[in-house]
């Protein structure tokens, strides 16, 4: 009997199949997105297209990535993604998937995006309040509903693996 060779995973690699990325269901996954999700997708691409001329972009799955040169992890707007330059192989990894998910959210709750997930993210995320609390009682920044949820269906949406599971 032959055996098998077993490769070694990639940080790459997909664990499943990725979901709408392909023909009709790709086509209405943008179509929702600019229908249902038009204030978030038209405010990320007001972003995207003053900051396309300046900065490294990339697609990850349905998502545009542009990658910015400030000292802060990432934001999603629709399927406009705006993360940190440098991060680290294993960071960037990571949060492309997690940003990934608060894309799905907002294909999901269209206008509701900003009051249940972009408020409440940016208030956990930037507070001061929060951070302290966070940093002094080892509290991680996932713990938060929508930022677990994101990592959650970032992994599921893009068939990819996160590396270090928050």
Known sequence: MAQKKHKKRHVAERHTKQIATHGADRFFFYLWQF???LPVNLFGLIAY????PHHRHERFCNAFI???PKNFGGVSLGL???MREGGG???THD???HEY???IQCLLLGPLYWLVIGLPSAVWCNLPYFRKMRREKNISYFKLYCESWANLWGQRWSGYKQ???R
């Open 89 to 91: 192989e294993t960071w």
């Open 35 to 37: 229908t249902w999700g």
């Open 95 to 97: 949060t492309r998937i």
């Open 66 to 68: 542009t990658y910015v």
């Open 80 to 82: 406009f993604i705006f």
């Open 49 to 52: 297209l003053i900051m396309y």
């Open 163 to 165: 590396i270090e599971a």
């Open 101 to 103: 998910g608060h894309t």
